[in-house]
């Protein structure tokens, strides 16, 4: 328990009306959207409304030896947010303002707690899009989305969230207060330190400050269904649009078990025995939607696929409906949903969907996958429950199985969800220990207390 | 001197052929392409054919306490490569290989010591180009441009090169060979150590093997030459260029100090009573450049430009030849070009333009003014003469004078030349004390005992 002296620090520095200490109202904090993690309610959650707070916050915590779990909304998918030594609950919601848009210059510069679409809806107006679209586009945090890097729908053409962050205001561990990067597309005064605090899942410092860059909202879009008999055409057509010089918006496929279980649950009339189906969608401006919407078309057929091109934006919304619907369905079958993020090559798409389907045949495990097709960032999600000790026992090898393959096809243990709690443990297998231990002395160097989301990333 | 023990372990470890150590030889090695600098000679230099002989020369490094300055082919522009300390300068041109061309998947792999354009040379064929472009891209090495971050002519469009390096293979300090990253487009495995390395002027770690991004090669290209009356009218077409959507590869300017004496040395009929011209190319497939092309030259005539289109490859060749003759014309005007790269957002282009004229006048310098006018990255070239005390006295007070504007408008000190010796006593001033000291601690945590490039970045 915090002793009463911290809580009145904390009272005294932010107002009663920003320290959380009702029991069932830390509760909420105890978890985030990560299934099979460990939970742990906090001491104390505080929601800070402004950046001297935030600094007293990291005074209190130094003074007293408590550690600070910086928070968005929780949709974290590693155990990121989780309060492992309880301590302090950093909520960044009350930090929610957008400062600026600066169209002429194509950024914004934000708060941590604003979310990512009321972003987008202020910047529409300028015919302006902040393009990293994770699934938790709704209800993430900017913070939150920055500190985990967070991936998407969009990544083979628009990059991911660290493409965008420009410049970030971070209060460090020793309570100072610090800016890097800023407006221009271009600066290279020394080190890149906005990057190391762009998925740094709040390890390095507390976010107070985004500067993200904005781009011209593509014109027109053309959303097209192509579903395949087996796993290799699909995957080959995605190298081979790609190959042709086309890189779509989004290339997202949906194996089998997601395409019944999707069909299923929301009755939009996918094709329940294709192997495979492949959604994409292409945009600019409209001559050039014209063309890579043909060359599409072309290099589907040539693999085997049937297409299908929504014809208009209701037909369109209703193919993302059906991708949306992928991680509910698959989590409705089942009362534990292990959702993974493993990414390979997008050359070596093929050979881990069909990995995948050894795995779920090996330890005897429904396994669902979806994901990213155009990045190689698959998501195999295991449809099992908790209480099951047994099955569980099973889910966790092939988990592992999963990761071990990824490497192998020369990719990566997570494509967008972060280390969190619960992949720490494989970052040895990625960079060895040397290489872990290049980034553990860089979290000692600027949090030599570790104090800022201990547990986390390391193990 | 080089203790006689140490250069015995180096030439047992490279053997003879790799070992320079005659004086004219070392001498070559004793300067970069940065004017103004202090020049040293060191002690020897080695060129190691493969990453087992760089971690030889780090441990002969540590145990003789010599200090290491990585080296490419010495092209940069602000005093990085200079062995301050004598020691071991590491040359890198002996790992010259191209590693792999990966088209599905649209990345290479290069040794550091391969030339940026024999990599867009090598990749060609594909339909493929790497596309940062600093103005060295015919003598600089990959290693060399990944460590300075080198940004160019299409930072606007296409990124500079942080954005195109996926993955690095690194010998730390201790010996150690470290891997980040990798082939996949999402990665967010851990702190993105990938993104340090870069731009980190070779005092983190020896870059021993680099992964880029390749993009599809645009298809057609359209040049234009605006010509104004008026700086201020130029600054505004730049802005009001992107306001409409339209984001040109390359949008590069010249003041008028510039265009006469590029005019002066090259005689290619560049308007001479024009106050700033603004070069402009276009790109992506036909009829995108098209489009694009008339709405420049709309909004160029409505901010009272006149403006000439290339009408074929030879024009287009003209145009660019007459921007890439705007540095070597201003330095054959006299004996020292100080160039510098203070960078602001684009919407500060005009106030910062105005800025250097009166720099100038107050000062009474001979300031030329060209850049990337997109990006917001100018280059005053102050031309002057090192051996004039007196008016090296001025220089210097008018660069300090051009960075303290920078920063007043928003902007930063370095946008594509890094720091090195050159502004390092700047970086204060850009991110405060506190700011400094935190990269500091980066360095101190990956190089306690400072032997790789010391003397650089921070004073």
Same mark, same amino acid.
């Given at each position: 328990m915090v002793k009463a002296q911290a809580m009145e620090a904390l009272t005294k520095a932010l107002g009663k009306e920003n320290v959380i200490t009702e029991a069932e109202d830390l509760l909420c904090y105890?978890?985030? &959207?990560? &299934?099979?993690m460990p939970s742990q309610v906090p001491d104390v959650v505080v929601v800070p409304q402004n950046i001297n707070q935030v600094v007293e916050v990291i005074k209190v915590a130094r003074e007293f030896k408590l550690p600070i779990y910086p928070r968005g909304s929780g949709t974290n998918l590693s155990g990121g947010t989780i309060p492992l030594q309880g301590g302090i609950v950093l909520s960044m919601k009350g930090m929610d303002k957008i400062v600026e848009i600066d169209a002429d210059n194509l950024v914004a510069v934000v708060q941590p707690g604003v979310i990512i679409q009321d972003l987008n809806n202020a910047v529409a107006p300028f015919g302006l899009i902040y393009p990293p679209?994770? #699934?938790t586009v709704a209800t993430a945090t900017m913070g939150g989305s920055v500190s985990e890097c967070s991936g998407g729908l969009? #990544?083979?053409?628009?990059?991911?969230t660290k493409h965008y962050v420009m410049g970030v205001e971070v209060v460090m561990a020793d309570g100072t207060v610090v800016r890097f990067g800023g407006k /221009?597309? *271009?600066?290279? /005064?020394?080190?890149d330190m906005v990057k190391l605090f762009t998925g740094a899942e709040g390890t390095l410092g507390v976010i107070t400050e985004i500067t993200v860059k904005l781009i011209p909202a593509p014109e027109a879009k053309k959303a097209m269904l192509a579903t395949f008999e087996s796993l290799a055409d699909a995957g080959n057509a995605v190298t081979e649009i790609v190959r042709s010089k086309v890189i779509p918006a989004t290339m997202e496929i949906m194996d089998n078990v997601t395409i019944r279980t999707v069909e299923n649950f929301a *009755?939009?009339?996918?094709? /329940?025995? &294709?192997e495979a189906l492949l959604l994409i969608e292409v945009d600019g401006i409209p001559e050039v939607v014209e063309r890579e919407a043909a060359t599409v078309i072309k290099v589907v057929e040539k693999n085997k696929g049937k297409i299908k091109v929504a014809k208009d934006d209701k037909e369109r919304d209703g193919l993302w409906a059906a991708r949306r619907s992928a991680l509910p369905a698959l989590a409705?079958? *089942?009362?534990?949903t292990v959702l993974e993020d493993a990414t390979v090559p997008r050359s070596r798409l093929t050979d881990m969907l069909v990995a995948l389907q050894n795995i779920a045949k090996k330890y005897n495990l429904q396994i669902g996958t979806f994901g990213h097709a155009g990045d190689g960032n698959l998501h195999p999600t295991i449809l099992t429950d908790a209480r099951d000790t047994e099955e569980m026992k099973r889910v966790h090898q092939a988990v592992d199985e999963i990761f071990k393959v990824a490497l192998e096809l020369?990719? /990566?243990?997570?494509?967008?969800?972060?280390?969190?709690? &619960? *992949?720490a443990k494989y970052l040895p297998l990625e960079f060895g220990e040397q290489g872990v231990d290049v980034m553990r002395k860089v979290k000692q160097a600027l949090d030599p207390e570790n104090i800022l989301n201990p547990g986390k990333m390391f193990k």
């Amino acid at each position: 328990m915090v002793k009463a002296q911290a809580m009145e620090a904390l009272t005294k520095a932010l107002g009663k009306e920003n320290v959380i200490t009702e029991a069932e109202d830390l509760l909420c904090y105890s978890f985030d &959207a990560t &299934a099979d993690m460990p939970s742990q309610v906090p001491d104390v959650v505080v929601v800070p409304q402004n950046i001297n707070q935030v600094v007293e916050v990291i005074k209190v915590a130094r003074e007293f030896k408590l550690p600070i779990y910086p928070r968005g909304s929780g949709t974290n998918l590693s155990g990121g947010t989780i309060p492992l030594q309880g301590g302090i609950v950093l909520s960044m919601k009350g930090m929610d303002k957008i400062v600026e848009i600066d169209a002429d210059n194509l950024v914004a510069v934000v708060q941590p707690g604003v979310i990512i679409q009321d972003l987008n809806n202020a910047v529409a107006p300028f015919g302006l899009i902040y393009p990293p679209d994770p #699934g938790t586009v709704a209800t993430a945090t900017m913070g939150g989305s920055v500190s985990e890097c967070s991936g998407g729908l969009r #990544g083979l053409k628009y990059g991911v969230t660290k493409h965008y962050v420009m410049g970030v205001e971070v209060v460090m561990a020793d309570g100072t207060v610090v800016r890097f990067g800023g407006k /221009t597309v *271009k600066n290279v /005064t020394a080190y890149d330190m906005v990057k190391l605090f762009t998925g740094a899942e709040g390890t390095l410092g507390v976010i107070t400050e985004i500067t993200v860059k904005l781009i011209p909202a593509p014109e027109a879009k053309k959303a097209m269904l192509a579903t395949f008999e087996s796993l290799a055409d699909a995957g080959n057509a995605v190298t081979e649009i790609v190959r042709s010089k086309v890189i779509p918006a989004t290339m997202e496929i949906m194996d089998n078990v997601t395409i019944r279980t999707v069909e299923n649950f929301a *009755k939009i009339g996918l094709p /329940t025995d &294709a192997e495979a189906l492949l959604l994409i969608e292409v945009d600019g401006i409209p001559e050039v939607v014209e063309r890579e919407a043909a060359t599409v078309i072309k290099v589907v057929e040539k693999n085997k696929g049937k297409i299908k091109v929504a014809k208009d934006d209701k037909e369109r919304d209703g193919l993302w409906a059906a991708r949306r619907s992928a991680l509910p369905a698959l989590a409705q079958v *089942k009362p534990t949903t292990v959702l993974e993020d493993a990414t390979v090559p997008r050359s070596r798409l093929t050979d881990m969907l069909v990995a995948l389907q050894n795995i779920a045949k090996k330890y005897n495990l429904q396994i669902g996958t979806f994901g990213h097709a155009g990045d190689g960032n698959l998501h195999p999600t295991i449809l099992t429950d908790a209480r099951d000790t047994e099955e569980m026992k099973r889910v966790h090898q092939a988990v592992d199985e999963i990761f071990k393959v990824a490497l192998e096809l020369g990719g /990566t243990i997570s494509g967008e969800h972060g280390i969190g709690i &619960a *992949k720490a443990k494989y970052l040895p297998l990625e960079f060895g220990e040397q290489g872990v231990d290049v980034m553990r002395k860089v979290k000692q160097a600027l949090d030599p207390e570790n104090i800022l989301n201990p547990g986390k990333m390391f193990k």
